[in-house]
């Protein structure tokens, strides 16, 4: 079977999903919409509407236990760990619905997965874990109860209790490795070697950290002969090769250490495990080092704080790469970059004395916090605060230039617009023009020409008596006043006026506000609203658009430089007034 279709079958990143038994399901509306999704890979985002409407169906029909297939689906799919919570969460509800022991059960393994893997909060992770298992024990299924028990394992792996991991490990060990030698469906075998092989490798973890080197790199050996070249289990191929590599580091087998956690990188990031590639980066950092190739070996170690900026979790195993980084800084003299990675370590020591309670006063530490603390001090006084300060003087200065020009600039723009536009309120047209048209004289003139001037005779009397006001106005209501048709009203007001008619209306709608806002002050403290209502327009937003669009000019702006005119216009009346006749 393609690997491709087997990891969408299986939960993701790991081996622990429903086993999927080789039944024919029955054609139905759910089977429908599944199957133009159940073999994409996880993290496909595109098939999520489609899983939407197999949870709305579920929803609908009150089908429980499709719902809850529906929202592992979600999870399966979607690409962030905060939405994949969310999934989960919905599927615990839905399970709880069903009141069946071990749906409720494997929804809690789903959540404590999440944490787990994609979160990295381990206690919660154990929170969920726990609760799995009771449900686990309940059923009496030894698949979900051993892949729970795997679950646990791995948690109190990650957080330091080795010992306690591997009792649990002896006995997933046992279950997985029988399971996937009986003769059963390809699925169930695919299924149960990769919990076998992760169960190997977290038990080479363990003897590693307990210092067993010799075991775990005996159980290493097991596992790649196990997998050899099948492709199938590139994945865990990429853990075991990242102990070797870690082995040899540790033999200073230096250059076989390099090729073997290079190799394991590629397995290992194709499915975005970002916490064992912290771990490659560092020993590939430090490989680097031991071979004398410093520039090399820094780009490795700034990818352990790359990944750690981005996701807020570091193993307590790449610390080492922070120290090694302020060494090298302090060496070179970049009290900047020292400074930077000092202050990176301690917030790194921050989050594994949160996460790793257990395993943070074991560490050991070439820089505790308190020499860090002291360190970053003295740093931070011998970069010269007053480079600093100039430096922000500087950026305020050039801002509130940047900001006094700006505001200059639009202020000479909006004057401009407004003085333009006052030129073209004074100005006056000129005797039996109707907007620059010139009346024709009634003599000699042809039926549908008198039909014309009639016409524009009496768009000059709407505009005259300020009809354009009228709210709601259209083209159709002005044609039935006119004694006319649309489409021929349309025409004259397109030739007359050389726009068409909602334009034609909102300048006249315009001009007469504008008109009345700079002769009647009165209307120079009225709301925009008000003002939107006495000119015939609706909304205060197409207002004020309809004025910037045809003057140039906020009608906020208008006004305010109206007031200041007329307030300069009265101060000069009254010094005027009080200057005594010579």
Known sequence: MNIKVRICILLHF????????????????YYKIKKNYENRLENDASV??????????????KEYAKLVEGYKDGLLFSISADRKLKYADSALWAAKLTRDDDLIGRAHTSKGIVYYFHLKKYNLALQELLIAYDYSQKSGNQYDKNKVLYLLGVVKSYIGYYEEALIIFRQTKVFFEEESAKDQHSNLVYGNKRGYYNTLHQMAVCYRNLGHQKLADSITDVGLS????????????????????????????YTNALNS???????????????????????????????????????????????????????????SSYELMIDHYRESGDLKKQLYYTKQLLKADEQISRDFKHLSSKIHREYDTKILREGKSLLEKKISREVWLTRIWCTLTVGLIIILLFRYRREQQIRNKYLSLER??????????????KETPENNISAETKIRGDLLRKLQ???????????????????????????????????????????YISELRISFITK?????????????????????????????DLFFQINGIRPTDFIRKRLADITNEEVKKGNNRETPDK
Request: one cysteine or more; charged letters at 30%.
């Open 14 to 29: 790991l081996f622990f999903f429903q086993p999927l038994f080789a039944q024919r399901e029955e054609i139905s509306g």
């Open 48 to 61: 999520l509407p489609l899983v939407q409407k197999f949870i709305n169906k579920a929803r609908h029909e």
């Open 226 to 253: 196990g997998i050899g070249m099948d492709k199938d289990y590139k994945q865990e191929k990429g853990y075991f090769l990242k102990e070797k590599g870690i082995s040899e580091f540790n033999k200073r087998d």
């Open 261 to 319: 956690l290079q190799e394991a990188t590629l397995d290992i990031a194709a499915v975005n495990d970002f916490s064992w590639m912290t771990v490659c980066y560092s020993y590939i950092g430090k490989t680097y080092k031991e071979l004398g190739d410093k520039d090399r070996s820094l780009r490795f170690l700034r990818k352990v704080d790359s990944i750690f900026d981005t996701h807020h979790f570091i193993l307590p195993e790449v610390r």
């Open 424 to 437: 073209k309120i004074l100005s006056a047209h000129a005797p039996g023009e109707i907007n620059g048209i």
């Open 461 to 503: 009397e709407f505009e005259d008596r300020y009809e354009f006001t009228e709210s709601g106005l259209t083209l159709g209501k002005l044609a039935l006043r006119f004694h006319t048709n649309q489409k021929y009203l349309s025409s004259v007001i397109n030739e007359s006026k050389g726009m068409n008619f909602n334009r």
């Open 516 to 544: 009345k806002l700079y002769n009647e002050k009165k209307y120079l403290y009225y709301k925009i609203e008000t003002l939107a209502e006495e000119c015939g327009i609706a909304s205060r937003n197409n207002f004020s």
